[in-house]
Nanobody, 125 residues
C-alpha cells in the first residue's frame, strides 16, 4: 500500500511563505506525474501545480503562477510546493497526488490514483 504524507501546512500571514512536502512511503514515483491540489471550504478541489515524471516540466494554475514553485527530490521520494507571497484566498487543505498511469500530468483530480491526507494552510489577512 502506497502512502503519501503531506507536511508543512500552518497559519501564516499575508505575504508570507511556506514549503509543503509530500513524502512517499514506498517506491519511487520518479517517472510518474505528481501534482498538488487544494480545496477550500465549500469549494471543489482545484488544481494548483504539477510536475512531469522523468522530464523537467512543471505546470501551474493561473492563480498561483509566479508565486508557487513545484519540485521533486527523486532521491528522497518527496514532492515539494514552495509557496511565496501568500494571500488569504490561498487558504485551503492542500493535497498531493500521483498519477501512476502517466508521466505528463493533467489538471483533473479524477486522473490521479494516489492521494495524501492533506495539510491545512491558513493565510490570515
Amino acid at each position: 500500500q502506497v502512502q503519501l504524507v503531506e507536511t508543512g501546512g500552518k497559519l501564516v500571514q499575508t505575504g508570507g511563505s511556506l514549503r509543503l512536502s509530500c513524502a512517499s512511503s514506498r517506491g519511487s514515483f520518479s517517472n510518474y506525474a505528481m501534482a498538488w491540489f487544494r480545496q477550500a471550504p465549500g469549494k471543489e478541489r482545484e488544481f494548483v501545480a504539477a510536475n512531469a515524471g522523468g522530464v523537467s516540466r512543471s505546470f501551474y494554475a493561473d492563480s498561483v503562477k509566479g508565486r508557487f514553485t513545484i519540485s521533486r527530490d527523486v532521491s528522497r521520494n518527496t514532492l515539494y510546493l514552495q509557496m511565496d507571497s501568500l494571500k488569504p484566498e490561498d487558504t485551503a487543505i492542500y493535497y498531493c497526488a500521483v498519477d501512476s498511469r502517466r508521466s505528463l500530468p493533467t489538471f483533473y483530480s479524477s486522473d490521479y490514483n494516489y492521494w495524501g491526507q492533506g495539510t491545512q494552510v491558513t493565510v490570515s489577512s
